[in-house]
């Protein structure tokens, strides 16, 4: 079992930047897919970003391609989603999630606000 906690989220301004971070106990972070979900008020969970259990493949959605990365550190049980031009679209809740075959595990969340 894994445990996440979601951290780095806050206000800015459009076009700014924010970097959230992960962080997982467990000694066995490394054999986890992580990614990135966000949920905006009265909108359904949507995927963001995801980095496999290396952090050599990353995946996005297309409305942050190229505005978003993801990134992992194994040594330090953290990933990242460094977050740059940002929209008041992307004003949500944002997830962590540890995926290992069927099981899934979820942070609590974070809010980042984007205001206009």
């Known amino acids: 079992q894994v445990q996440l906690l979601e951290s780095g989220g806050g206000l800015v301004q459009t076009g700014g930047s924010l970097r959230l971070s992960c962080a997982a106990s467990?000694?066995?972070?490394?054999?986890?897919?992580i990614g990135w979900f966000r949920q905006a008020p009265v909108k359904k969970r949507e995927f963001v970003a995801a980095?496999?259990?290396?952090?050599?493949?990353?995946y996005y959605a297309d409305s942050v391609k190229g505005r978003f990365t993801i990134s992992r550190d194994n040594a330090k049980n953290t990933v990242y989603l460094q977050m740059n031009s940002l929209k008041p679209e992307d004003t949500a809740v944002y997830y962590c999630?540890?995926?290992?075959?069927?099981?899934?595990?979820w942070g609590q969340g974070i809010q980042v606000t984007v205001s206009s």
């Open positions: 467990g000694r066995t972070f490394s054999s986890y897919a």
């Open positions: 999630n540890a995926k290992l075959g069927l099981s899934r595990y």
């Open positions: 980095v496999s259990r290396s952090g050599d493949s990353t």
